[in-house]
């Protein structure tokens, strides 16, 4: 019970002179940001949007005593966080140094910044006053040193109490114009009102013994309040008797009035202004705290009720203590803040109870608590750097290191504590993350081990979403979050209860006890390991929230709030029908009306979320909560999203919007359906971003468990199954949803259908429905019901295992619907891990999902079901045959597993789309396809593939592996281009080839490019049968167009060479992409074809090569091939000649179409029928970016350009136009920054960013977003697909990115105008381009025409021969997608080949040596080899012989002497290194013969006569040598010649950067076959140095004269 007491006081107050006022003025000198204008009375912050401080402005005078300096602010921006600062200073702004900030102010300054006070930068109190940050435009904050040496803070004309003491006498006022906060004012410096002196004993004396105005009413009305609550509940609670003002003409004193057996407090608040008034509301917002707390505590148990209470007001430390003019603290004690004993009585209602620390605290403590803040302990890991007063602790070098990160809080936690932290920061490279927890030892006494669990003894952690008590797992599974798969931003707390049992909280949710006996004293812990970078300690200072919080419970207690009631009631009147209504609980931005029926965002217009509203109760079986949609603003995009959460709304910390949380919601958003934040049906029903005001929308939890949601009264079928009984409707009033009311008349609802697979939605993809229902081939999705341990994502394509490395079963995931005859279900792996041992399974089982309780391993079903497990087929868990022919444990990455059930009921597996066979026979007709991601098998995703195969399954009992498809029907036939290799001559028209010489340079291509799905065929005439090797055949996207007339076609000599363009090709039964091996044992060897035998190739819709032998599909043989490709064909080894035996319906009137993006030709979906020149031209949309974008952008060039002006992210950027279909949007990348990692990363974005609030990277859009990150591609922050092009953390300056959405809304990624293939699918329309600058990039410009595709005409055309003397030696010709432009120098943008340049001039060897034309100069450190695609080995020569690419080192290109055979050198010689030293490089460049070095030769020789030799000068072609031609030892790899022992490293100071480096160098050399013998290294090694060479074979000798020919200078640096 609460007494309120009611005091007549009396107080002399003594006049005196007024002081002559100070000026109201700020000093002249300033932060560097700073204009002061108004003299001097108005400050502003320049560069408001591009800087948030350097905005320190101080008092022109000394503060005099009891002056307030106040401010008013005019003006904010939202584009920081923080805002205003103000305290004093004793430094003198005369000789100040100004610092950035105002918390960077020392020797002897008080800053009060947001609701903590910092003396000298470090934290003294916590909780005190106003959240600075929270004020607004019109505000008016002051400061105030009173007489006492106190500082006090005065919001809008309120006293906020003492927030220092022991304050010097002369000291300036302080203000900081941080972050929101960019002008102020200054509007007075004074003395406060009515405290200047004037007398008043009169008016004392006049009132002595009337009540104090305002008071009475609501005295009496909290005090019937709490009287009729003890009586209804029939508890005691003891009489918490808080120190309460009396208001009397201006004058208060304090009247300690103590509960019988209570020990008087020391001291009692004074802090009610004179003369103020306070009214009902005012006073109710005084009590609510310790209303609610009350409440609270007795559903708590009741063992606190009193006790927090009765001590809230006996800490000085307290704020109570300290006095508050507000009415809210000091009267009651019932005040937030961490350590005072009035947040003991629960001043905090949402479910992190932080509020209760104080009062327990204070309890244990004889009522005595401290302000000391919860920190970091400054002892900590070895790794770890502590910041913002220890608040903060970062990881150091967390690319290079994963633990030594643990840090402890500064002091024992206290009961009921709130220990929070929130991340930071995080890394995607190792696995594992945060762990937290708390332990028994003192941090100061304590040898940090490398992580937490390593500690055996007193010592409790959470780990991943298990408990590990002394670093032994106790909870395998404590609750449904794990802290490895939390994100930035995120939340993290523990609390030890009075009880002893210790709770973790995620994101303000209680996950339950933990361990049941936590000993009394325990610190916080936390281990910043893996993933985890950067944690900071969390203070809830946001007052208003949790005010508004209080007085929401209170509204729904009294919602007359400001009238007498006679009682507060928290139980419902049984009379008052059970009515579904809002809760009064919502959203920050939200507000209820209209008697709980109406919810609203009253300022929709100036922000989009924060609109959270649910139900005031569950909703009962079948019962339909159903509300319209009243009112909408076309500001922002998305709308309205409706769904159910068990989260109980009265302790629920309402997030931004409903699909940020992580547990129990089921959501409808736009057509999809989210559970737990994570899409589990991308296309459900109608799209709710599309109503109107006056559309309704309706949810309802069946009594069979399923979720149904409803649109203008029409059902949209079954969205999720299994809810549970106890859900709370929720309505998210987002985007330009702004109000909404519930309908309370059902009567007009349609019944709810019996069958789900009734209704407009019964074949949406994801819903369950018959086996007879009509359905496309492409609705197989994965079923939303699986195992534990596995996750749906990316629309039901994509099934992956959660904690992979910590769990490797539960994850059983089963097909949507059953199979149906013929029809195959084929998935792709797409990620795996090497921890466990077995993999994926997979099968079939005539279960249905929903009654189907999924086992750890879908081999321990007993009953119905068929597995293929390695090479076991199993049937009800039990072997029926082993050695099937195909083992599921050795595939890897990028294989594909298909099942198909035939009409005769036999099931076949397919790998690789090779038929296995018939692995079981007599399959019942309804079955389920099913796959369990068991051990190393991590993600795998349904391909495009799946879906009914031949006919012929369907009604026969066939089982052959391929099944005949002819070719074409008749029409034109296809023709060969008339570019081709050399020794290949054209008939017939072009449908015949013929080679007339040798066993290479054989290749043909196609007149034209091919459609999709044309296949290209043709039938072996010839065969010579003295040559090996056969037909070679594929897929390119080299334009046969753009090939130079002489010489002949410039063609490499086989097809397996041809890399100067992508190309897929089958040679033998491998699959082949620019000649490395992508798979081996593809269908048929074409090595056995011989006269009559057809062949043909295909490219498919799913962009896939098919390889056709004889009209049977041998399956598909490569993925992502790009659209615009040609049928290449090499006439190699034993075949000699071919004729084209297919055809297409009709032939362009061109024999030959240019590529549709390297030229302004038709669109790439457009028919071939009709020639471009016949069709309206299409005037393709001018991109330009977006005014909206990141806050570090800045846009220039008419929004052509953009540029990256600050720090690493907030760079997101978006197009202003939306990108048409068949439309190629291209962009260039000016300029890299090598101080930053990571880079740029590019995709498209679903709906309109005009008002989308950017945040600081884009993987943080989790909406209707696909997004291409290194080599990985993103579907709403979830990764899709691995692997996918090259990495776009290694592009170049100038290299030209561009995006593409096809006719069939497919994503493609072009890397200087080549198409990498399908990166996502389902691309919405329209669709946004979107770039985020991150990392190194930090500038880019659209492309506003098309750049020319590699290979095609740039002002040149370079001929073979102008190749040869570089390119084709290491392969620049097998450059595909990293050749950058033409115009673009790459040697601009090494900075290592930068540094082996200035390296090499120091060397001052002359110019003459080496060749003019930098472009034959390469750098192979692993960025630009990576860039350029370079494979790491090639061969060279006849015969051919494999050599190594020098990775490491850096090549100069040298000048090649007259009398050199060039041609025969470079065609015919096999490439070699050769290590020397730094001193034999000069001799060996002027003789052009290989050298002995000084002391470290190379040379197997004793040391030879040498002459002088200054000058450059040639021998004479048959002049006799001047010493003995030594051995000359050399190695096809530079892994053994670049060994020190052959090539000694030199250290040397680098000009630039003057650091030291140490230095190899060597030569690469074209050697005469013929001329050196093989043989073992000779150093004594007994490693393998190259896997590709054996250390038998690893080092060539030579003597001979003449047979190397010096081609580069190599030098490698450390």
């Not at 109201?24 to 108004?38: D, F």
């Not at 002892?379 to 633990?403: H, W």
């Not at 936590?518 to 970078?533: F, H, R, S």
């Not at 959460?645 to 309402?654: E, F, I, V």
């Amino acid at each position: 019970m609460l007494f309120i007491c009611v005091v007549k006081c009396r107080q002399t107050v003594v006049k005196r002179a007024a002081p002559a006022k100070m000026a109201a003025e700020l000093h002249p000198r300033s932060g560097k940001l700073i204009g002061l204008s108004n003299s001097n009375r108005t400050a502003q912050r320049n560069q408001s949007v591009q800087e948030f401080n350097h905005g320190l402005v101080l008092s022109r005078e000394p503060l005099r005593d009891r002056d307030v300096f106040t401010v008013r602010i005019d003006k904010k921006v939202n584009s920081w966080s923080g805002s205003i600062e103000i305290g004093v200073t004793a430094l003198d702004p005369a000789a100040l140094d100004f610092p950035s900030s105002a918390t960077g102010l020392k020797g002897g300054s008080w800053i009060v910044s947001g609701c903590s006070v910092l003396k000298d930068g470090r934290s003294v109190l916590e909780e005190y006053g106003r959240d600075l940050d929270q004020l607004g435009e019109g505000d008016r904050v002051g400061i105030q040193q009173n007489g006492c040496g106190e500082l006090h803070l005065w919001v809008n004309g309120q006293d906020c109490g003492a927030a220092a003491s022991g304050l010097p006498s002369r000291l300036w006022a302080v203000v900081d114009l941080y972050g929101k906060c960019t002008q102020v004012t200054v509007v007075s410096c004074e003395p406060p009102p009515d405290t200047d002196g004037e007398e008043r004993e009169e008016d004392e004396e006049g009132e002595e013994g009337q009540e104090p105005k305002g008071l009475a009413a609501p005295a009496a009305l909290m005090t019937e309040a709490c009287r009729d609550h003890v009586e209804r509940s029939g508890t005691t609670v003891l009489p918490a008797v808080h120190a309460t003002t009396t208001v009397m003409n201006g004058s208060a004193e304090e009247v300690p009035e103590v509960a019988r057996g209570h020990s008087r407090p020391d001291k009692f608040p004074s802090n009610f202004e004179p003369d103020t008034v306070l009214t009902e509301h005012q006073l109710f917002d005084v009590f609510n705290n310790a209303i609610v707390s009350l409440y609270r505590s007795e559903d708590e148990g009741g063992e606190d009720s009193g006790l927090g209470g009765a001590r809230g007001g006996n800490s000085d430390s307290s704020r109570g203590g300290s006095g508050s003019s507000n009415g809210t603290r000091g009267a009651m004690g019932g005040n937030d803040n961490a350590g005072g004993g009035g947040a003991g009585g629960g001043g905090s209602t949402n479910n992190s109870p932080s509020g209760n620390a104080g009062g327990v605290a204070g309890m244990g403590a004889g009522g005595v608590t401290t302000n000391d803040a919860l920190l970091f302990h400054e002892k900590c890991g070895t790794l770890i750097k502590l910041s913002n007063n220890n608040k903060t602790a970062e990881r150091r070098r967390p690319l290079d290191e994963f633990n030594n990160g643990v840090v402890m809080t500064n002091r024992p936690l206290r009961h009921n504590e709130m220990f929070e932290i929130r991340i930071d920061k995080l890394v995607d490279k190792w696995s594992g993350s945060i762990e937290i927890g708390v332990t028994t030892h003192n941090p100061n006494n304590l040898d940090y081990p490398a992580t937490m669990t390593n500690l055996r003894s007193g010592t409790i952690m959470m780990s991943g979403c298990g408990i590990l008590t002394n670093g032994k797992g106790t909870r395998r599974e404590y609750c449904e979050f794990s802290l490895d798969e939390l994100q930035e931003g995120d939340h993290i707390g523990l609390m030890r209860k009075a009880s002893g049992a210790l709770h973790f909280y995620i994101n303000g949710i209680d996950q339950g006890v933990a361990a049941v006996q936590t000993p009394g004293v325990v610190y916080g812990v936390v281990d910043l390991y893996g993933m985890a970078v950067k944690v900071t300690i969390v203070h809830n200072h946001n007052h208003s929230d949790r005010l508004r919080r209080n007085n929401a419970i209170m509204r729904a207690l009294s919602p007359d709030v400001g009238r007498p009631r006679p009682a507060l009631s928290l139980t419902p009147d049984p009379e008052t029908p059970d009515r579904l209504l809002f809760h009064p609980n919502c959203g920050q931005k939200a507000a209820i009306i209209g008697d709980g029926r109406t919810a609203l965002r009253p300022h929709a217009t100036d922000d989009f979320n924060h609109g959270v509203v649910l139900s005031n109760r569950p909703l009962h079986s079948n019962e339909v909560f159903q509300v319209r949609i009243d009112k909408m603003v076309d500001k922002w995009a998305g709308s309205i999203e409706i769904g159910v959460t068990t989260h109980n709304p009265a302790y629920l910390q309402l997030p931004s919007t409903m699909t940020n949380l992580r547990s129990g919601t089921w959501m409808m958003t736009g057509n999809g359906v989210m559970h737990n934040g994570t899409t589990i049906l991308d296309e459900y029903g109608h799209n709710l971003d599309r109503l109107k005001a006056g559309d309704t929308v309706g949810v309802v939890r069946k009594d069979d468990g399923s979720l149904h949601f409803f649109v203008n009264g029409v059902p949209q079928g079954p969205a999720a199954w299994n809810i549970p009984p106890s859900v709370y409707a929720v309505v998210d009033l987002y985007g330009q949803a702004a109000q909404a009311t519930i309908m309370d008349d059902m009567a007009d609802l349609p019944p709810l259908p019996d069958d789900s697979s009734e209704g407009p939605t019964a074949l949406s993809p994801g819903s369950p429905c018959s086996v007879t229902g009509t359905a496309t081939a492409s609705d197989l999705r994965f079923h939303q019901l699986h195992g534990t341990n596995a996750v749906i994502t990316n629309g039901g394509r994509t099934a992956l295992r959660q904690n992979c490395r910590s769990e490797f079963n539960d994850a059983i995931v089963i097909s949507n619907r059953c199979l149906r005859d013929g029809e195959l279900f084929e998935i792709v792996i797409q990620k795996m891990v090497d921890r466990w041992s077995g993999s994926i399974e997979a099968g079939v089982t005539a279960i249905r999902p929903e009654e189907l309780e999924f086992p750890n391993t879908m081999t321990d079903i007993d009953y119905d079901t068929w597995m293929l497990s390695g090479t076991a087929i199993m049937q009800d868990g039990n072997t029926m045959r082993n050695n099937y022919g195909c083992d599921l444990d050795s595939l890897s990455t990028g294989s594909r597993i298909g099942m198909m059930r035939t009409a005769s009921g036999d099931l076949h597996y397919y790998i690789n789309g090779v038929d296995q066979g018939v692995a079981c026979t007599g399959l019942p007709p309804e079955v389920y396809a099913v796959v369990d991601l068991y051990g190393q098998c991590v993600q795998v995703s349904i391909t495009s593939s799946s879906g009914p195969l031949d006919n012929s399954l369907c009604t026969s009992n066939i089982t052959e592996k391929s099944f005949p498809i002819h070719s074409p029907v008749a029409g034109v036939a296809h023709r060969l281009h008339s570019k081709h290799g050399k020794n290949v001559v054209l008939l017939g028209d072009g449908c015949q080839a013929v080679r007339v010489g040798g066993y290479a340079h054989g290749i043909v291509f196609s007149a034209k490019e091919l459609k999709t799905d044309e296949l290209f065929e043709v039938k072996i005439n010839e065969v010579d049968e003295q040559w090996s090797g056969s037909l070679h055949i594929g897929l390119t996207t080299l334009q046969p167009p753009d090939l130079p007339s002489c010489p002949l076609s410039g063609l490499s000599p086989s097809l397996t060479q041809l890399r100067s363009k992508v190309t897929w090709l089958l040679a033998g039964a491998e699959v082949r992409r620019n000649g490395m091996l992508q798979r081996q044992n593809y269908g048929c060897s074409l090595d056995r074809l011989t006269v009559g035998n057809r062949v043909g190739v295909k490219r498919c819709s799913d962009d896939t090569m098919h390889i056709f032998i004889d009209g049977e599909d041998m399956g598909s043989a490569a993925t992502a091939v790009s659209k615009n490709v040609y049928a290449v064909m090499d006439l190699y080894g034993k075949v000699t000649a071919v004729s084209v035996v297919s055809s297409t319906v009709m032939e362009d009137s061109d024999s030959v179409k240019a590529s549709s993006l390297s030229s302004d030709s038709c669109s790439e979906g457009e028919e071939d029928t009709t020639p471009c020149e016949n069709e309206p031209a299409l005037v393709p949309t001018a991109m330009v970016f977006l005014e909206n974008h990141g806050k570090n952008i800045q846009l220039s060039n008419q929004n052509l350009t953009a540029a990256r002006v600050s720090s690493y992210n907030q760079g997101l950027l978006v197009t202003a136009q939306a990108l048409p279909r068949q439309q190629l949007f291209q962009f260039q990348i000016d300029r890299l920054n090598s101080s930053w990692t990571s880079s740029l990363s590019l995709g498209v974005i679903g709906h309109s960013p005009d008002r989308l609030n950017f945040p600081s990277t884009a993987c943080c859009l989790k909406r209707s977003v696909w997004l291409l990150q290194r080599d990985s591609v993103f579907h709403n922050s979830l990764k899709i697909c691995e692997n996918y092009g090259p990495n776009l953390d290694t592009c170049p300056e100038g290299t030209v990115l561009g995006l593409l959405v096809d006719a069939s809304g497919c994503l493609h990624l072009f890397v200087n105008g080549m198409d990498q293939g399908v990166a996502a699918q389902d691309i919405p329309s329209p669709c946004y381009p979107l770039i985020d600058l991150y990392g190194q990039c930090e500038q880019v410009t659209i492309v506003t025409n098309h750049v020319p595709a590699l290979g095609a005409k740039c002002g040149e055309v370079r001929c073979q021969g102008d190749m040869e003397k570089a390119d084709m030696v290491d392969g620049i010709k097998e450059s595909v997608c990293w050749t950058p432009p033409p115009e673009v120098n790459p040697n601009k943008t090494c900075e290592y080949q930068a540094l082996c340049s200035r390296f090499k001039d120091l060397l001052t060897l002359p110019d003459g040596y080496f060749n003019e034309d930098a472009k034959y100069n390469l750098c192979y450190c692993e960025s630009c080899h990576k860039l350029r695609g370079d494979e790491t080995y090639y061969k060279r020569g006849e015969p051919p012989r494999d050599y190594a690419l020098p990775f490491g080192w850096c090549r100069f290109a040298l000048r090649i002497k007259p009398h050199c055979e060039v041609p025969n050198a470079f065609k015919k010689w096999h490439i070699a290194y050769h290590g020397t030293s730094v001193g034999a490089l000069r001799r060996t460049l002027d003789q052009s013969q290989l050298m002995p070095a000084e002391s470290a030769s190379v040379f197997s020789a004793s040391p030879v006569k040498t002459e002088g030799h200054g000058s450059y000068s040639e021998p004479e072609e048959n002049s006799t040598p001047e010493w003995e031609v030594p051995c000359v030892q050399l190695s096809p790899t530079m892994r053994y010649s670049g060994l020190e022992a052959f090539a000694p490293k030199v250290q040397f100071r680098d000009p630039r950067s003057l650091r030291c480096h140490q230095a190899q160098v060597g030569f690469q050399v074209c050697v005469r076959p013929g001329s050196y013998k093989v043989g073992p290294q000779t150093l004594g090694i007994s490693e393998s140095l190259d896997p590709r060479f054996s250390n038998t074979e690893i080092e060539w000798i030579t003597k001979e004269k003449g047979g190397t020919l010096l081609y580069g200078l190599l030098v490698r640096i450390e």
